[in-house]
């Protein structure tokens, strides 16, 4: 019979989401916890170095949402419907279309206030803020690459964003993953 295996710290953080979905679907598993002494002791053999991880099959899988994902399914406290997945693209076309704009209108408004003329949201460097966006509209456009072509100066900020040398050599050597 295959086991669950969690492995973690020794407190709730990251992985009591995991353990209260066990409690919910009643499964035994193995609540393997280390305490801060003992990690570095096993971190070189703990996938990705990283905790949480669950085992399960011969499969080790890190990261604590992906685990939670995994183990709903598995039990039971997913939602799967097809009126849910309805909401959720109602949703998705309302934030695209009316809440989405609104935010960027106030974000073209601030990079033109601030920006003195530049690319960038404040002066004329690169600051966390040019940062912070670059990241954040990264996920976005990656929904709905679009979304930024009725603001052209908050595209040629990402486009500046990605000339600085540094940021362009970590962005290529960046590791490739999901969001």
């Not at 969690?6 to 916890?33: M, S």
């Not at 809440?99 to 960038?120: I, R």
Request: proline content about 3%; overall charge positive.
């Amino acid at each position: 019979m295959s086991t669950y295996k969690l492995y973690y710290f020794n407190n709730r953080g990251r992985g009591e989401v995991c353990r209260l979905i066990f409690a919910a679907a009643g499964q035994i598993y193995e609540d393997i916890r280390y305490e801060d002494d003992q990690w570095l002791l096993y971190k070189d053999k703990i996938l990705l170095g990283q905790m949480p991880v669950l085992e399960y099959n011969d499969i080790k899988l890190p990261q604590s949402r992906a685990i939670a994902r995994f183990l709903a399914k598995q039990f039971q406290l997913a939602v799967f419907d097809e009126q849910n997945d309805v909401k959720r693209e109602e949703l998705s076309k309302k934030f695209f279309s009316k809440e989405l704009p609104k935010h960027l209108q106030n974000l073209d408004v601030l990079l033109k206030v601030f920006g003195n003329g530049g690319s960038f949201f404040v002066g004329n460097h690169l600051t966390w803020a040019d940062l912070y966006f670059y990241n954040f509209f990264e996920t976005i456009l990656g929904i709905n690459e679009n979304c930024l072509n009725n603001y052209p100066s908050l595209k040629q900020n990402r486009q500046e964003v990605e000339k600085q040398p540094k940021i362009a050599k970590y962005l290529q050597n960046r590791p490739k993953t999901s969001v």
